[in-house]
Nanobody, 119 residues
Framework: QVQLVESGGGLVQAGGSLRLSCAAS????????MGWYRQAPGKQRELVAA???????NYADSVKGRFTISRDNAKNTVYLQMNSLKPEDTAVYYC?????????????WGQGTQVTVSS
């Protein structure tokens, strides 16, 4: 199995910054794609940003220009730099990884980290 350990969440004021980290461990052959999703109370989970092993990125329109996703393939770690945070960014942020484990590709999820932006 794959374990995703997330860190970096917290409480910040509007306009502030946070950097989320997610480190994957386990019997991983290769991680093809890693990303961040978020879920606010009463809302569905949505994609925030994702990055492939080749470096292709995808961002939600609401975070373009403010958030930056990056990864260290050697360490199986993904980062999300969040700048100019807004109250609407408040949510639980989940790390996701599409990985090959024991010759099977599956999606794995972290436990989530709370990000709260005060106005």
């Amino acid at each position: 199995q794959v374990q995703l350990v997330e860190s970096g969440g917290g409480l910040v004021q509007a306009g502030g910054s946070l950097r989320l980290s997610c480190a994957a461990s386990g019997s991983i052959f290769k991680i093809h794609r890693m990303g961040w999703y978020r879920q606010a109370p009463g809302k569905q989970r949505e994609l925030v940003a994702a990055i492939t092993s080749g470096g292709n990125t995808n961002y939600a329109d609401s975070v373009k220009g403010r958030f930056t996703i990056s990864r260290d393939n050697a360490k199986n770690t993904v980062y999300l730099q969040m700048n100019s945070l807004k109250p609407e960014d408040t949510a639980v942020y989940y790390c996701n990884a599409d990985a090959t484990v024991h010759f099977v590709v599956n999606a794995y999820w972290g436990q989530g980290t709370q990000v709260t932006v005060s106005s």
